[in-house]
């Protein structure tokens, strides 16, 4: 069980930062713009990095860790002890990462989102297509059922891809703008990717989902799973978030979940706290099942990037047990998942740092934005209503793109 300790103090903002702290996060969103190269907006920080000074290239044989290590202690070389690392990391644990250190980066306290306005549409004249097609992942789904009946696999979460083709390139900025001001809660985000083009490619999108906080010695993970649509009408919209917290099927789902997190941090606490039951959390536009993992670290050694490392991927993105779901992924899903479903955050030379999971995103290019939703399938999972989760999914993009509120 968590047992009550007294902490170091925690590293200030102004530490992390060398100092240079911000404090009107409002106004880091508004200087968001070309030449920005990250964004992140989480409960309690907001982070806006403008350039980039180093990126992380993992040399022959060499852990991305030792990588990370390596490229701080460059900066600690040039004066630099406070740097931070920015980014995200795949799906897929030995795919290419996009980490790097911005050349300047202000940080301010919590994004004030209640009231904010929308930016306006950032996308004109819209045409969509679907990767697979509804009727063609509800068929996916029924395969990873009878999977289930055949093997030992309990989970797995199955994806879909839906690409928004614009008239005119998309308004990246005012996409994020309209995440940030629709999402109240959870971490609204930007990351520069590499483009064999020209234009500038990017990774936006808005997670409810913490993967991992480190500050001091105290960790924090928040697993989400189990999902049911919102409803505009108030009295629908209770009863569909009472009968998500009361489903067999979405608790079931949940823990597979929560006690492989918690597997996955013991090693590295000296106490831990598992709270025994879910909560509810919302977003615009869906109801999820979440719990909040207190515990606080044994060796100081162990930085922010390890341990996400070493949680990911839980069952909310892969499934259980891990292998199985994986296998199961790459023969029922029709596309590279990339960064979808991977992580997203910073890490700091002391070893902070926050890493949420990547979902509700879109990779944004010139015109095009391919969105990405996955629903988890169980053996009690009811393949239409799969089809109807990542359609729900899908809307928090989509209303960003739309400039529309729900």
């Known amino acids: 069980m968590f047992t009550e300790t007294q902490p170091p103090t925690p590293t200030s903002d102004a530490e992390l930062t060398g100092g240079s702290v911000k404090p009107d996060a409002g106004a880091l969103l508004g200087r968001y713009g070309t030449g920005s190269s990250f964004f992140m907006a989480t409960p309690e920080l907001t982070l806006h990095g403008i350039g980039i000074r180093d990126r992380l290239h993992t040399a022959a044989e060499e852990s ?108 990246q900025t005012r996409l994020l703008r309209n995440l940030a001001a629709n999402n109240l809660s959870g971490y609204t985000f930007a990351v520069n990717l590499q483009s064999e083009t020209r234009n500038i490619r990017r990774l936006i999108g808005a997670s409810p989902e913490l993967l991992l906080r480190r500050r001091g010695i105290n960790l924090e993970a928040n697993p989400i799973a189990g999902t049911a649509p919102r409803s505009s009408d108030p009295g629908e919209d209770l009863s569909r978030s009472r009968k998500l917290l009361h489903s067999a099927k979405d608790r079931h789902e949940h823990a597979l979940v929560v006690e ?55 069952p909310a993105v892969c499934g259980e047990p891990r292998e199985l779901a994986r296998q199961a992924i790459a023969r029922l899903e029709c596309f590279d998942r990339g960064l979808f479903t991977g992580l997203v955050g910073w890490c700091a030379a002391n070893g902070d740092g926050e890493w949420a999971v990547t979902i509700r995103c879109a990779e944004i290019e010139a015109n095009r934005a391919n969105l990405y939703a996955g629903a988890g399938i169980v053996a009690d999972s009811q393949p239409w209503q799969e089809v109807d989760e990542t359609s729900a999914k899908f809307r928090t993009l989509l209303d960003a793109l739309h400039g529309s509120r729900r």
């Not at 795919?95 to 009231?115: D, N, S, Y």
């Not at 615009?284 to 990911?312: E, F, M, P, Q, Y």
């Open 64 to 171: 991305l860790e030792a990588a990370l290590q390596r490229l701080f202690a460059l900066n600690r070389e040039r004066g630099d002890a406070s740097t931070i690392a920015v980014g995200a990391l795949p799906f897929v644990a030995d795919a290419p990462a996009v980490l790097f250190i911005p050349e300047h980066l202000e940080l301010a306290g919590r994004l004030e989102r209640r009231g904010a306005p929308l930016a306006g549409p950032a996308v004109n004249g819209s045409a969509t297509q679907e990767r697979p097609s509804r009727e063609l992942y509800a068929q996916r789904v029924a395969q990873a059922l009878t999977m289930m009946r055949q093997s030992g696999l309990k989970k797995v979460v199955l994806s879909r891809m839906l690409e928004v083709v614009g008239e005119h390139d998309i308004d």
């Open 260 to 314: 492989a997190v918690a597997d996955a941090l013991g090693p590295f606490c000296s106490a831990l706290e598992v709270p025994p039951v879910p909560e509810l959390i919302a977003t615009t536009r869906v109801w999820h099942l979440s719990t909040r993992i207190r515990g606080i670290l044994r060796d100081r050694d162990s930085n922010s990037l390890t341990l996400a490392r070493a949680l990911h991927p839980t």
